[in-house]
């Protein structure tokens, strides 16, 4: 076996894995046995259409494990087929045969790499089969494989296309990892500096205080530069070639830059931005910077796509509340809703962040107009 078949043999299963079933799965299996005793009277000419029509209808429930079997599916569906075909001398004339192309594209859109290959393999049988025991031409052969192919070919599309937008959901997911330890050592390494600066200075000046205040200075001063080195080195796997800097990165205080921003550049722009509002109530001085950090990034993000997909938005308001249960951001803009609601990068890495320090955050259109996004992180989870 070379190379590129023993790698397609080994290629693992979609990723994402498949749903188990939906709803659709069901309309199907309820529909097609109507449709197939439909035709079946209808369809006087057909020979063996009757016996066609209990073998299609018992085939039906092969639908409903397509995505978790589909190599297994495949080959009970055609495999009987195939037997049926033998034993009648012809191909199945029903036009309800073709619900098994969906058998098909899921070998392809869900399958691993066995199920792929033996799919092929099997289809290839099947039409083999229909060239010694049906009176196929050679029209009914080209049109029949250019429909495989295509069925082959959107499966295949759809199953690469999933799999990058997990790549990609990945990867934001990664960079928001990142970002998040980026502020943590900016935070953190800025205090920590500045306890390594005062132990330094105390173990000066307590040169002729007793021997246990200098080893107690001297040991703040050893343990605050040996975390401060452990702390980069870690950092330093997840920034990659990035410099370290020593200050604070921002925080709920740099909230009000966001609106001064949004300010200059609707100056700088031909189209009027929205006005952006911004709100913080309750003890802001009581939020670690690393919390703060994280919603100040979560409300530049939001108001960076209010900005930029928020057809007519004439206002966003940012509201920061802080109590003793934790923090909570909201940011609403007046806009009209969007023709689609899917979650784009940024509203999964805002996601992201939330749950890694113990929140939530959820993002749709609101109510009574707009998009709103709302995120809470509770204080049980600032010291988890």
Same mark, same amino acid.
């Given at each position: ?26 309309? !199907? ?5 109507? %449709?197939?005793? !439909? ?22 429930? &092969? ?35 073709? /619900?098994? !192309?969906?058998?098909? /594209? ?6 691993? $790499? ?7 393999? %099997? ?13 196929? &031409? ?80 001297? &040991? ?75 919603? /100040? ?6 108001? &960076? ?20 249960? $934790? ?18 990068? $940024? ?9 890694? !320090? ?27």
């Amino acid at each position: 076996m070379t190379s590129p078949a023993r790698a397609l043999w080994h290629a693992p299963a979609a990723s994402p894995p498949p749903p188990r079933r939906v709803w659709r799965d069901w309309v !199907l299996v309820a529909a097609i046995p109507p %449709l197939v005793l !439909l035709e079946a009277a209808l369809r006087t000419d057909v020979p063996w259409r009757w016996l066609w029509a209990v073998v299609l209808i018992a085939l039906v429930p &092969t639908l409903l494990w397509r995505r978790t079997r589909p190599l297994l599916m495949l080959v009970i569906a055609f495999g009987t087929g195939a037997v049926v075909s033998v034993a009648t001398g012809g191909d199945p004339q029903l036009a309800a045969t073709a /619900y098994m !192309l969906v058998l098909v /594209y899921a070998a392809f859109r869900w399958g691993d $790499g066995p199920a792929r290959i033996v799919g092929a393999a %099997l289809l290839v049988g099947s039409t083999t089969l229909s060239l010694a025991f049906g009176p196929t &031409t050679l029209t009914d052969l080209i049109g029949g494989t250019a429909v495989l192919v295509a069925t082959i070919s959107l499966g295949a599309a759809f199953r690469w296309r999933a799999g990058s937008r997990a790549r990609e959901l990945d990867r934001v997911k990664l960079d928001e990892r990142e970002q998040l330890a980026r502020d943590l050592h900016d935070t953190v390494a800025h205090h920590v500096s500045a306890i390594a600066i005062q132990a330094q200075a105390g173990t000066v000046l307590a040169a002729t205080d007793p021997d246990a205040a200098i080893a107690a200075l001297r &040991t703040i001063e050893g343990e605050a530069s040996r975390t401060l080195a452990e702390m980069r080195s870690i950092v330093r796997v997840l920034r990659r070639a990035d410099a370290a800097e020593l200050a604070p990165g921002p925080g709920l205080g740099d909230l009000r830059g966001l609106a001064s921003a949004a300010s200059a550049d609707s100056a700088d722009s031909a189209s009027a931005s929205p006005r952006v509002e911004v709100r913080v109530t309750g003890d802001a001085e009581s939020v670690p910077p690393t919390i703060g950090a994280a919603v /100040y990034r979560m409300a530049q993000e939001s108001v &960076t796509n209010a900005r930029r997909h928020a057809r007519g938005a004439t206002r966003v308001e940012v509201l920061v509340q802080v109590d003793d249960a $934790g923090i909570r951001l909201d940011v609403h803009d007046d806009g009209a809703a969007a023709a689609s609601a899917s979650p784009g990068f $940024g509203i999964v890495g805002m996601v992201e962040r939330a749950t890694l !320090l113990g929140g939530t955050c959820a993002a749709g259109a609101a109510p009574e107009g707009g998009w709103t996004v709302t995120a809470a992180l509770p204080r049980s989870g600032w010291s988890t």
